[in-house]
């Protein structure tokens, strides 16, 4: 038996995180392994500074998703004109102003990015620790969820949750189990064999998919490769 979270990942606009290569950030059809990390130290009150604590939790999650309604792919246009004084310097989340440095204090002209998001999608996410009784286990996890450290956002600061990201705390057999006892949002498709994803331990990599979903935290860079494989669930 495993002790697992149920989580509804619900927005206006998620983002999952991916590899973001040059100008281009896209986003997975699930979420990645590093962004769930980010979003539980978030709410336990982890910054950038705790990178070892962040590293620890991300490599003992396990997790399975199922898509109860697939999010349509919206691409955001941006720019900015990197050359305008008042863009030297801002104010972080941490409520204290911090100065553009090294290269890109000295990046002047028009900057064109773009950033990829599923937009009104419900997701649910099976979350388990292993081992179990490290700190931080499945009950502060869950406390953290109900009361943040700080606002939370689902991939990006813009995706603010449309619901409450915990939805309840079981006992199942394993993520299989405890997604398929998960209650569907009602906002689901009228459908009750779901979109799942599942790590593909134990399971032949013919079948499953390559991802790089992980995070060196303190160098922020993505890392590492694992298989997932790709299946369906009825509900």
């Not at 697992?4 to 206006?12: N, Q, S, T, Y």
């Not at 590293?55 to 050359?83: H, M, N």
């Not at 440095?101 to 028009?110: F, L, Q, V």
């Not at 390559?210 to 669930?233: A, C, K, L, S, Y």
Request: proline share 6%; glycine share 6%.
């Amino acid at each position: 038996m495993i002790d697992a979270l149920i989580l509804r990942l619900e927005a206006p606009l998620v983002s999952f995180g991916g590899v973001i290569i040059d100008q281009n950030g896209v986003t997975r059809l699930f979420p990645a392994r590093s962004m769930l990390a980010g979003m539980l130290g978030n709410a336990l009150g982890y910054d950038h500074r705790d990178a070892a604590a962040l590293q620890a939790l991300q490599e003992r999650l396990r997790y399975a998703v199922r898509c109860d309604k697939p999010g349509e792919p919206l691409r955001d246009y941006q720019t900015v004109d990197l050359s305008q004084p008042f863009l030297q310097r801002g104010w972080t989340t941490r409520g204290i102003a911090q100065g553009r440095a090294g290269a890109e204090a000295t990046r002047t002209g028009t900057h064109i990015r773009y950033r990829d998001y599923l937009a009104d999608g419900v997701y649910t996410v099976a979350l388990a620790l292993e081992p179990p009784n490290r700190d931080p286990d499945a009950a502060r996890l869950e406390h953290a969820l109900r009361a943040p450290a700080r606002p939370l956002f689902i991939g990006r600061k813009p995706c603010l949750p449309a619901t409450p990201i915990l939805l309840s705390r079981i006992e199942a057999a394993d993520l299989r189990d405890a997604l398929a006892r998960a209650p569907l949002s009602a906002r689901a498709s009228d459908q009750r064999r779901l979109r799942a994803w599942f790590a593909a331990e134990g399971a032949s990599e013919r079948a499953a998919v390559p991802v790089t979903d992980e995070r060196d935290w303190t160098n922020q860079i993505h890392v590492g490769r694992r298989f997932v494989v790709e299946d369906f669930i009825d509900v």
